[in-house]
């Protein structure tokens, strides 16, 4: 079998784009600073996480990071050096709009994406880049990897839904412990905690991560579509009102070709070929 593989221009080498498989392979390519985030990255990462979402030959998101690290997080180095004059020059409220339109397009659109999501930490994922691990759906750490929430070292209480994306994934109690002392996490208690799903050796860490979004990604896309929203909605939904929703989701996809193709599959002992219709 053939693998397809297509670059995609991301516009900066900061961030490296490849679909293969029908896996869109994002990788933050700042090694020599640990992937901290930056003026050309994070918004190539935005449009790449939009483009990738709605790209209709792309059924997963693997989100990576290049060398030994996934992403340090904010620049920290240039937090002290104002780069940006406009910035600067901002009011109060400017910047409160600013960063929340920042956030609204990076973790805010990566947990909008209706297919399944990965992040692969082959090290550390600190800050920002904890909130953009923690907004994909799975998470698969390197043994070596370790998280940290960061802020309470550099002053600040955080930013891009860290404290809701940490109290969703691990409790409040956790969360809590972790914000306030913004200790490294190794990814063995990561995985104790609930907050990745599965640690790997390094060296197979990547083609682990890959096997599992490729699995998904020739899954059946709308009942995935609709998994995530049933999920979702648990999070804040009574019972009955999921339960209700549920019903309904299940019953469209009842007439998709997809579901006819996966019974026909089953009858017939072979793998299922979806066509997201």
Not at 47 to 65: H, R, S, Y
Not at 220 to 244: I, V
Request: with cysteine; aromatic share 4%; charged share 25%.
């Amino acid at each position: 079998m053939t693998t397809t593989e297509t670059i995609i221009d991301t516009g900066t080498t900061e961030l490296k784009c490849v679909i293969r498989d029908r896996v869109a392979i994002i990788t933050l390519n700042r090694p020599e600073v640990r992937n901290a985030l930056s003026d050309n990255l994070t918004p190539a990462l935005r449009i790449m996480i939009k483009t990738c979402g709605e790209n209709p030959d792309v059924g997963a998101l693997l989100v990576t990071g290049a060398g030994a690290a996934f992403c340090a997080g904010g620049n920290v180095k240039g937090m002290g050096a104002h780069r940006d004059q406009k910035k600067l020059e901002m009011s109060y409220d400017e910047k409160v709009a600013d960063l929340q339109e920042r956030q609204r397009l990076l973790t805010g659109a990566l947990v909008s994406v209706r297919k399944p999501t990965i992040a692969a930490l082959p090290g550390p994922a600190v800050g920002a880049g904890l909130a953009i691990a923690m907004a994909c759906d799975i998470r698969i750490a390197a043994k070596s990897a370790f998280i940290s929430t960061g802020y309470l070292r550099v002053g600040l209480s955080g930013d891009y839904g860290i404290a809701w994306l940490l109290t969703r994934l691990v409790g409040t109690s956790r969360a809590r412990e972790l914000m306030f002392t913004a200790d490294k996490i190794d990814a063995a208690r990561c995985e104790a905690i609930g907050l990745v799903n599965r640690v790997v050796p390094d060296a197979k860490l990547q083609d682990q991560a890959f096997a599992l979004a490729k699995s998904m990604a020739e899954g059946p896309t709308l009942a995935l579509r609709y998994m995530k929203d049933n999920l979702d909605e648990a999070l804040s939904f009574d019972f009955a009102t999921a339960r209700d929703q549920e019903a309904e989701r299940l019953i469209r996809l009842t007439a998709t070709a997809d579901h006819r193709e996966a019974v026909q599959a089953f009858i017939e002992k072979r793998k299922a070929v979806f066509r997201g219709s």
